[in-house]
């Protein structure tokens, strides 16, 4: 079992930034494809970035060149830089995990996480 809690999240004025961070608890999470997802009130749930254990990283379109992830293997730990954000942004923020030496194509698909945290608030005013 796995067990995920972020932190980070917060308010910040349009073109400012973020850091949400990801713990992993339980087993350890160096085999697994790990992600970030968002979903904001009345839209689905949208992936917004992954990275396998060999750091291979993807990005949706909307966030290529704004965001960073990266993880710490040797703690377990997932981050998300998010830089030049924008209201479009505002959303509740989900780190997410699943077994797979690689995050496959449908790396944004959220049914394909067993394991997620319970979230963090992300609010971009303008």
């Known amino acids: 079992q796995v067990q995920l809690f972020e932190s980070g999240g917060g308010s910040v004025q349009t073109g400012g930034s973020l850091r949400l961070s990801c713990t992993a608890s339980?087993?350890?999470?160096?085999?697994?494809?790990m992600g970030w997802f968002r979903q904001a009130p009345g839209k689905e749930r949208e992936g917004v970035a992954a990275i396998d254990r060999f750091g291979s990283s993807r990005y949706a379109d909307s966030v290529k060149g704004r965001f960073t992830i990266s993880h710490d293997n040797a703690k377990n730990t997932l981050t998300l830089q998010m830089n030049s954000l924008n209201p479009e942004d505002t959303a509740m923020y989900y780190c997410?995990?699943?077994?797979?030496?690689?995050?496959?194509?449908?790396?944004?698909?959220?049914?394909?996480?067993?394991?997620w945290g319970q979230g963090t608030q992300v609010t971009v005013s303008s």
């Open positions: 339980g087993n350890t999470v160096i085999a697994y494809c």
């Open positions: 997410a995990a699943v077994k797979s030496l690689y995050c496959s194509s449908s790396w944004d698909v959220s049914r394909i996480f067993p394991y």
